[in-house]
C-alpha cells in the first residue's frame, strides 16, 4: 500500500530526474502538476476556498484561489491539490478550505484526506533528505525554519511540521491563538511524552524571539510526566493569523 511520502518521493524522483536539487529548489508545482496532465489555472475564489481538483474524462484542472498574496501558501495549495490528484484520484472532485490546509496535527482536526494531502505536498515541496541535511548541526528553532521556508518556497507552518516530522531529536510545534490558548499541538516519535490537548492554556508570561532559549518544563507539560526534560524554545508571531507559532526541542536529563 502506498503512503503520502512514498507517493510524493516518486513524483518527486521523475521531475527531478536529470536535475540537480540545488538548482530545483523551490519546487516548481506547476511544472509538476503539466508533467502529469494536470491545468493549473487561478480564479477568484471565494476567501475560505484555497483550491480544487476537477477530474473529468475531457480535463484534469487544479484550480488556486489568486487572492492567496503568500507564495508558500499557494505553492502549498497546488502541491496538495496534487496530492489529492496522486492519492484520492477515484473523487471527481474536492474542495480544500484554510482549515484543510492546516490539518497537520496528530489530533483529529481534520478530514484524513486533507491530512494525506498535506503530508503529500510537504513532502513533494520539502525533500527528507535535504531536510534532513539542513538540519545537522542547527539549532531547530524558528530562526531555523524561517531560512528553510525561503530555501524550499515554503510557508512557515508547512515548514515547521516537515521539521519535526524529518528529526531524529525530540521536537515539536505549538500553534497558540491569540489568547495564548493551543490550536494544535505536533510532535514527533522522539518526543512522546510532550502532548496539549486542543484548548489548553499555556502560562506564558513573555513571549520568546525566533533563536532558541531555556524554557521551563512545567510550561508545556500540563500534566506531570517521569521524564525530567532540558527544553529550549524559540517563536514567531503570525499577526495575520492572530496566533502565534512555537518550535520546542528537548533532551532527556539523566
Not at 169 to 198: G, Q, Y
Amino acid at each position: 500500500m502506498t503512503t503520502p511520502r512514498l507517493q510524493a518521493a516518486l513524483v518527486s524522483e521523475q521531475w527531478l530526474s536529470g536535475k540537480h536539487l540545488a538548482d530545483a529548489l523551490p519546487v516548481d508545482c506547476i511544472q509538476i502538476a503539466e508533467s502529469l496532465g494536470i491545468k493549473v489555472q487561478g480564479a477568484p475564489l471565494k476567501d475560505e476556498f484555497q483550491g480544487a481538483l476537477f477530474i473529468t474524462p475531457d480535463v484534469t484542472a487544479i484550480i488556486y484561489n489568486e487572492n492567496i498574496k503568500e507564495n508558500g501558501r499557494k505553492n502549498f495549495t497546488i502541491a496538495h491539490e496534487i496530492g489529492h490528484y496522486c492519492l484520492h484520484s477515484d473523487r471527481e472532485e474536492v474542495q480544500c478550505r484554510l482549515e484543510d490546509m492546516g490539518a497537520f496535527s496528530l489530533t483529529p482536526h481534520g478530514k484524513e484526506i486533507e491530512k494525506e494531502a498535506n503530508e503529500f505536498a510537504a513532502c513533494l515541496l520539502m525533500p527528507e533528505k535535504d531536510v534532513q541535511q539542513q538540519l545537522l548541526g542547527k539549532n531547530l528553532d524558528i530562526k531555523l525554519v524561517l531560512e528553510l521556508a525561503l530555501r524550499y518556497g515554503t510557508t512557515v507552518t508547512a515548514t515547521a511540521c516537515q521539521m519535526v516530522h524529518v528529526s531524529d531529536m525530540p521536537l515539536a510545534v505549538v500553534m497558540l491563538n491569540e489568547d495564548n490558548s493551543t490550536k494544535w499541538c505536533l510532535r514527533n516519535s522522539h518526543f512522546r511524552d510532550f502532548f496539549i490537548k486542543k484548548g489548553t492554556q499555556i502560562n506564558l508570561q513573555e513571549h520568546l524571539s525566533e533563536e532558541q532559549s531555556p524554557t521551563y518544563q512545567g510550561i508545556w507539560f500540563p500534566s506531570p510526566v517521569k521524564t525530567v526534560w532540558d527544553l529550549k524554545a524559540s517563536s514567531l508571531d503570525m499577526e495575520e493569523y492572530k496566533q502565534r507559532i512555537y518550535m520546542i526541542s528537548g533532551s532527556k536529563l539523566a
